[in-house]
């Protein structure tokens, strides 16, 4: 399992380092400041890192996408679990989810926007309520898939209800659980700027907007890899580690 995490990780740094190698090749072919080269960015994102302007912008940023995080996979997990163990409920329900999907980003940040005010709360609520459905739906196949006949057993055995959930219920849920963290921070960070842009006056998503104005790409692309590394920080040292000790304590609950 080592070495081929171990082999795994080069592939990535392999893949990470070609695709600098043609992003090079491509800026260096266009000879245009359209597309600045990696070297240029790299200097641009080391700059914008000594003066304190793109960590402060960054640190922003990261609470709230961690506050939407944590606020969308809490609501939308238990909305999706519930509307997947009853068919009253998924019945009742499932109109709504389908049309909180088909909703447009766009609209939800603005009708929070107008309703909330420009205001932290705002920004958040707009967020969230743009990936509760995905989640919702995710967990929802999740608690869909649940092997009934072990839920029997465990009432044949008269297990507790806490045994129950940690033994029987969650490791059949843990794949839907990973799928819908792992896509939901992925998509939550992408809204958040977005929602910076529109009404925010700080953050990536604000940056990006000025930057936008005065045709800056350079700072644009600095601005983007440094956050981007950042998530992918979060899924490499957070994520993937978690993923192995649920896997572990899955298997060693069945």
């Known amino acids: ?8 990780q080069i592939l990535r740094l392999g893949g ?9 090749l491509v800026a260096v072919a266009l000879q245009d400041e359209i597309l600045p080269t990696p070297v240029i960015v790299m200097q641009t994102l080391i ?6 302007d793109m960590l402060e912008h960054m640190g922003i940023t990261f609470l709230r996408v961690m506050a939407a995080f944590v606020l969308a996979l809490g609501v939308g997990s238990l909305i999706g679990i519930l509307m997947g163990r009853s068919r009253r409920l998924n019945a009742v329900f499932d109109a709504v989810l389908v049309l ?35 989640t ?17 057993v465990a009432s044949v055995y008269r297990l507790s209800r806490r045994q129950t959930l940690f033994k029987v219920f969650l490791p059949q849920l843990y794949p839907y659980l990973m799928a819908a963290t792992r896509s939901g921070l992925a998509l939550v960070w992408k809204i958040v700027l977005v929602v910076e842009l529109l009404g925010r006056s700080n953050g990536v ?8 104005q005065y045709f800056d790409i350079a700072s644009i692309l600095a601005y983007t890899i440094a956050f981007a590394a950042i998530i992918m920080l979060i899924e490499l040292l957070v994520f993937d580690k978690l993923d192995q ?6 298997y060693r609950a069945s």
């Open 1 to 8: 399992m080592s070495k081929y995490r171990t082999d795994q």
């Open 136 to 152: 919702a739906v995710t967990l929802r196949e999740g608690a869909r898939a649940i092997d009934n006949e072990l839920m029997q």
């Open 47 to 52: 700059a914008t890192l000594v003066s304190g």
């Open 100 to 134: 909180g999907l088909n909703i447009p980003a766009l609209v939800v940040i603005f009708l929070c926007y107008i309703w909330f005010g420009l205001t932290e709360i705002a920004a958040i609520l707009a967020v969230a309520v743009n990936k509760i459905p995905n």
């Open 205 to 212: 998503g604000f940056k990006l907007g000025i930057y936008f």
């Open 16 to 24: 990470i380092a070609a695709f600098l190698l043609l992003w090079q």
């Open 245 to 250: 000790r649920l896997a572990r304590w899955r």
